[in-house]
């Protein structure tokens, strides 16, 4: 098994160095495709994690109409600390609201002092309780906001969880059409490979038929193949998650910190090295197929 595994990849060796040029073509599919996969890989670890902050993430935002009584906060207050959803509230005057606004937004906080008027409304922030069942959660939730408009007290109640909601189905469906475009990239990297690898057993189909004629065992002839596609693929997975780290690198100096703070995460996490030894074992093991089709020839 030894000596059929030398043998395999020296030859394979040397015909990389020979068609150096349809290897090239081959390295470069198989490159990019395991770079877009990894990719998508690392997007989908990421989400994950904001799934998991989003989905936590439930508050209401209560405006009140025009300029509320005294009496008018009170009712709206005890209405919130009576509800069994609420875990906790607290009531932003227009004052507080308009400082966040220039803390948060400084560029427009001219605009804002230019109207000269308060254009914020008084407001409750609402912190609503983690439920065990999200549908009941919700339901609670809506039943709170129908109370609170029937006051007559209330300009607008904003959910955070209809907001989330169209959120996460929007990073779903980004994940899914990542993953299908990996899956269709990796399809092309396999048949590039199959392609390139079976033009190569076609051009010394006269030395392998001479081989078969004396008796060489299939495993003989398919070894230097199967080693090739695996050396391609292998080759192409490393560079692939080489250019990764280093774009990853780039956009976490650059953006990392905006990602966190928008989405309350400890960090932007890169692929652990548990999924980058599966990403290039997989992709080997692909490419060693991709070979052993090409190769394949019934006796």
């Known amino acids: 098994m030894k000596a059929l595994l030398a043998y395999s990849f020296a030859e394979a060796l040397g015909s990389l160095r020979r068609g150096w040029r349809a290897t090239f073509l081959a390295l470069l599919t198989t490159t990019a495709a395991v770079f877009v996969a990894a990719s998508a890989l690392l997007v989908s670890i990421n989400l994950q994690e904001i799934f998991a902050k989003l989905g936590t993430a439930s ?19 005890a209405l919130l600390s009576s509800a069994a959803a609420v875990q906790s509230r607290r009531f932003i005057p227009p004052e507080e609201a308009l400082r966040r606004f220039a803390s948060d937004v400084p560029e427009l906080a001219a605009l804002s002092k230019s109207l000269g008027e308060n254009p914020f409304p008084p407001a409750f922030e609402v ?14 939730a809506r039943a709170l906001i129908a109370q609170l408009e029937a006051t007559g007290v209330v300009e607008d109640v904003r959910y955070d969880r209809q907001v989330i909601d169209r959120l996460l189905a929007g990073l779903t469906t980004a994940q899914s059409a990542a ?4 899956g269709i990239l990796v399809l092309a990297a396999v048949l590039t490979i199959t392609s390139v690898l079976r033009l190569a057993y076609q051009t010394r189909q006269d030395e392998i038929s001479i081989l078969y004629l004396v008796g060489a065992p299939p495993r003989a002839i398919r070894g230097p193949f199967v080693a090739e596609g695996f050396l391609q693929a292998l080759a192409g ?25 928008a989405f309350g995460l400890a960090d932007v996490q890169f692929l652990p090295w548990t999924w980058i030894v599966l990403v290039i074992v997989v992709s080997a093991l692909l490419g060693a197929l991709a070979g052993l089709g090409a190769a394949w020839r019934e006796r």
């Open 179 to 182: 993953g299908t475009l990996a």
């Open 237 to 261: 997975a490393v560079i692939a998650l080489i250019g990764l780290t280093m774009a990853f690198s780039t956009f976490r100096a650059r953006y990392g910190q905006v990602v966190v703070d």
């Open 127 to 140: 912190r609503l309780r983690q439920s065990a069942d999200a549908e009941e959660g919700d339901k609670a």
């Open 59 to 77: 508050e209401l935002t209560v405006y009140l109409r025009g300029t509320p009584t005294e009496a008018d906060r009170e009712r709206v207050d």
